[in-house]
């Protein structure tokens, strides 16, 4: 079982950054698949950044590429999401997501991702 909590939400307002944390517990950390997604208000949820076990292979959705970064340190258990130039629409409850087995950016099932965490609000203000 892997146990993954979210912190760094917050308010900020549009061009503004925010860096998101996911710490795991529970299981080696480096052998998991980490990402993230977000869902806003009235929309189905959406991936946004993954990175492979070794932390060398990364992948964003078009909306956040060039904007995001996900990385992870395998010391602490932790994967980020660095958001820089925010705009209104990242606005969002924002989940990191695990896997034992394989990429998360690969599952079109998102509810056969193996682990959640409770997520964490961003919102951003024009």
């Known amino acids: 079982q892997v146990h993954l909590v979210e912190s760094g939400g917050g308010l900020v307002q549009a061009g503004g950054s925010l860096r998101l944390s996911c710490a795991a517990s529970?299981?080696?950390?480096?052998?998991?698949?980490m990402g993230w997604f977000r869902q806003a208000p009235g929309k189905e949820r959406e991936f946004v950044a993954d990175?492979?076990?070794?932390?060398?292979?990364?992948r964003y959705a078009d909306s956040v590429k060039g904007r995001f970064t996900i990385s992870r340190d395998n010391a602490k258990n932790t994967v980020y999401l660095q958001m820089n130039s925010l705009k209104p629409e990242d606005t969002a409850v924002y989940y990191c997501?695990?896997?034992?087995?394989?990429?998360?950016?690969?599952?079109?099932?998102?509810?056969?991702?193996?682990?959640w965490g409770q997520g964490t609000q961003v919102t951003v203000s024009s």
């Open positions: 529970g299981r080696t950390f480096s052998i998991l698949y």
């Open positions: 990175i492979s076990s070794s932390g060398r292979s990364t």
């Open positions: 997501a695990a896997d034992l087995a394989r990429r998360i950016k690969d599952y079109s099932d998102y509810s056969r991702i193996d682990y």
